[in-house]
């Protein structure tokens, strides 16, 4: 079988079935008390050079890996970079790169560079924590809340442009304390949802009347909004869009209506 | 200017000064009181699928980054890992691939998994030590001291195959307490020993005769034999190879000739 057919989830299901990967159902890992994540930027994959300049790339691969952390309630602390590009790349480029990973003032603190056919980004994010919701503890009677609006990557992506990521570190701070299980939209909103239900083992019922759309509805499969989708009892001043009932499962609704919704796969 | 002209050496200085990367000349960072280590194995670059099997590539990407915490005297703990695939990838080598990884009893407790038009893999390592030499503290009259034969990496490249890098954690770990500066040989003999002497601000003087070839005397250049070279006052029982003077730059000698290497370059 070839990754296309099973998917990145299936894949990451096969690795763990078989002792290969360990405790990866979260974006975030715990290790020695530091918060750990890790994504990667592929050209042609995850950006076109074309409609994202280097700086907006670094930017991207910072706010994506702070989003991980963020929805971990951790403040970052450092960097680890791993850069592929090919040897013919403008030395400008990358500083620009480098410029955008650094807006957020976290530092670069190592990391890895290397010629590649085409340029590709790894960048870890550490982070301390004071409590990591992470996604299991999400129960029936629990609340649905959101910190921003959904859909605007999606949109953008449509015009050939892509959106900067919005930086959630403080309402993942907040949201933290108060959250029985808690994620970034990066998969699309049903895809992340799924996988709260999943692994609480409840049901996800949202309401999509309460989603401020910043696109169109089928806009919210795309997913990369990077706002924070959190299960809690207690919703603070975050919007509110559906509720964690017993089962399994999500459904969406919109007008009352169930809806559906596609989601994003790296492999298909 | 392009990489390669400017080369990988040339961009990480150019990176630390615009202030972009910190810390970054060592191949381990400490964040956190974790020492953290990342690299980047890239098809056609680092490796070739058709010289090195999937599972030899899982086991080269763990072994690389070992030999980086084991330089700073660490004790691996998890490993955080990101590989990007082409989607028609069976899925079969995948997990050979994380067999290859999982040889060393490292945890993979995290990363990504994305579709890329060639393999690449990232591996960060986290670890534990009680004390990391760093590069710079070489004095005049440390001897440098080599944990095995080199030369054998560059020689299997030559016929065509790789050879498996060796794990030095233990080495590594009674090393750390006595050296003065420590790195691994994977740039190849003449540049790691350069760059001990540059942040150390002393000459590396190395007797080739001492050395246990592997290969030729040229292979040496080539690098990645990955065994540890450390300055010290106490040799223990390892092989010395040299030792560090007043002055600069790194001098190599064989039956007391001056000899010239090649180092290894990512982008030239």
Redesign the interface.
Known sequence: ????E?G?FG??D??AR???????E????I????V?????L?D???FRLDWLSHRELGFRAAAVNVSDLSAAGAEP??F???L?????????D??AL??G??ELGV????????????L?L?V?A?G?SDRVPGRSGARPGDLLVVTGPLGGAGAAFREGRYLRPPIRTAAGRRLSRVATAMLDVSDGLAQDAGHIARRSAVRCELELDGVQLAGDLADLGFGEDFELLAATPDPLDFTVIGRCTEGEGVELRLHGEPVELDGWD???
């Open positions: 079988m070839r990754l296309s099973l990145e894949l990451i096969e690795l078989r002792g290969l990967v360990d405790r990866v979260d974006d975030t890992a290790v020695g008390g530091l750990v994540t890790q994504d990667s592929v042609g994959v995850h602390e450092a680890v970079v791993s592929g590009a090919p040897p013919e790349t403008e030395v400008g990358v500083v480098y410029e990973l650094a530092p670069v603190v190592g990391g890895d560079t290397t010629r590649a056919e085409r590709f790894t870890t550490l301390r790296h492999f298909r």
